[in-house]
Structure formats: C-alpha cells, structure tokens
Nanobody, 127 residues
Framework: QVQLVVSGGGLVQAGGSLRLSCAACGGTISNYAMGWFRQAPGKEREFVVV????????YYADFVKGRFTNSRDNAKNTVYLQMNTLKPEDTAVYYCAAAPSHYSGNDYYKKYLYTYWGQGTQVTVSS
C-alpha cells in the first residue's frame, strides 16, 4: 500500500514561491503517473498538473502554465511541485496522487483515475 506524504505548504505573499514535495512510502511510485490537485474553500478539487512515470511528459492546467513546474525523482520516490509567481487565487489545499501510467495524458484530470492520495498541504497566498 503506497502512502503519499505531502509537505512544503505555507503562507507566502503574492509573487512569491513555494516548493511542495510528495514523498511515497510503503511502495514505489516509479511506475505511476503522479498528479497534483488543489481544492479551494467551497470549490471542487481541481487538476493542476500530472507527470508521467519517467518524468518525460507533463500536462499542466492552463492557469498554472509558465508558473508551476512539476518534477520527480524516482530514486527518492518523490515528486515536486515548484510554484512561482503565486497569486491569491492559488490559495488552496494541494494534494498529490498516483495513477496507473497507461492512460492518455489528456485523461489525467479525472480524479477517479488516481489510486493513492496524499493528505494535502495548505498553500495560502496573501495579496
């Protein structure tokens, strides 16, 4: 059973940066596509980005393109989300999740594809 532990959230001013980490234990994530989602108060959980099992491909939601960078280190069983130029509307709880890697890249916005979920970390961006 893979467990995902998310860390790195916090409070930052608009324009600032944060780096989230998602560390896996209890199993390897090297064969999984790894996604990030976020959920703001009163809103549904939404897709942010997914990275393929090798790290060669990433798919970003339009609202983070050019600002967020997703990467992974399979040797460390960890995925990272570098968030730059943060905006108040980025305020949310951020989750990482693991999904089987055989789906089409454009399908990974679908939450039900993900097998394992981390506990989430709060990111708050002040204006």
């Amino acid at each position: 059973q893979v467990q995902l532990v998310v860390s790195g959230g916090g409070l930052v001013q608009a324009g600032g940066s944060l780096r989230l980490s998602c560390a896996a234990c209890g199993g390897t994530i090297s064969n999984y596509a790894m996604g990030w989602f976020r959920q703001a108060p009163g809103k549904e959980r939404e897709f942010v980005v997914v990275i393929g099992w090798s790290g060669a491909r990433t798919y970003y939601a339009d609202f983070v393109k050019g600002r967020f960078t997703n990467s992974r280190d399979n040797a460390k069983n960890t995925v990272y989300l570098q968030m730059n130029t943060l905006k108040p509307e980025d305020t949310a709880v951020y989750y990482c999740a693991a999904a089987p890697s055989h789906y089409s890249g454009n399908d990974y916005y679908k939450k039900y594809l993900y097998t394992y979920w981390g506990q989430g970390t709060q990111v708050t961006v002040s204006s």
